[in-house]
């Protein structure tokens, strides 16, 4: 089973207005960490907002929030105010901490991505 | 610029030479990890060092993959009789733990490797 799930191919979102991109993950650890990524495309990947599985309060940061549903291991990440620079690919991304295992090196496991257009 | 750094950037061989990517992470981070990206893909975990220590290898490196990070300082990623398949980019991230669940990772521009 695909461990983070980005079932959103490609997106368009109208400048100015909000859009949600969607993501869900499968672990059985009950340590572990979200995080999303912005690649344009340039390549580099970009560090957005991340939330812990222990967390309580839903992460923003800036333009970006993340909707974290735990019961539904669902982590959506919300952009408000479309820029046309935010037109990029969007990587979810999971940090099991396997703290059972010991095997903690904290890898990170992508989904496939989500290509957002923002349209003027 | 303080930010991790990735040469080259592009990078065009025969299938069958050897190549060798380095990375250098942020200066304090102890962390260091190589992932693979193909067209389509979400980057795919490759291995990962905890200062000079290889701590974790994918399946995905074969063994004609061998990465090092001597002194725990910037790594380098060789990949020997190219095949096709390895057409991708590789992409390098550093980290340094700060807290037990943050541990956010910084990436480079990556390296693009096209096999002929």
């Known amino acids: 089973a695909q461990k983070i799930t980005q079932t959103q191919p490609g997106m368009f979102v109208q400048e100015k207005e909000a859009v949600t991109l969607d993501c869900t993950y499968d672990t059985s650890d009950q340590s572990y960490g979200l995080f999303w990524y912005k690649q344009p495309s340039s390549g580099e990947m970009i560090f957005l907002i991340y939330q812990g599985s222990y967390d309580e309060q839903n992460a923003t940061e800036g333009r970006y929030s993340l909707n974290f549903q735990k019961a539904r291991k669902s982590a959506n990440l919300v952009i408000s105010a479309s820029q046309l620079g935010d037109s990029a690919m969007y990587f979810c991304a999971m940090r099991e901490d396997l703290v059972d295992s010991g095997a903690g090196s904290y890898q990170l496991t992508f989904g496939k991505g989500t290509k957002l257009s923002v349209i003027p | ?116």
């Open chain 2, 1 to 116: 610029d303080t930010g991790v750094s990735q040469n080259p950037r592009h990078k065009i061989t025969k299938r069958g030479q050897n190549v060798t990517f380095r990375c250098d992470p942020i200066s304090e981070h102890n962390r260091l990890y190589w992932y693979r990206q193909t067209l389509g893909q979400g980057p795919e975990f490759l291995t990962y060092f905890q200062n000079e220590a290889q701590l974790e290898k994918s399946r995905l490196l074969s063994d004609r993959f061998s990465a090092e990070r001597p002194k725990g300082s910037f790594s380098t990623l060789e990949i020997q009789r190219t095949e096709q398949g390895d057409s991708a980019m590789y992409l390098c991230a550093s980290s340094f733990r700060q807290t037990p669940s943050y541990n956010e990772q910084f990436f480079g521009p990556g390296t693009r490797l096209t096999v002929l």
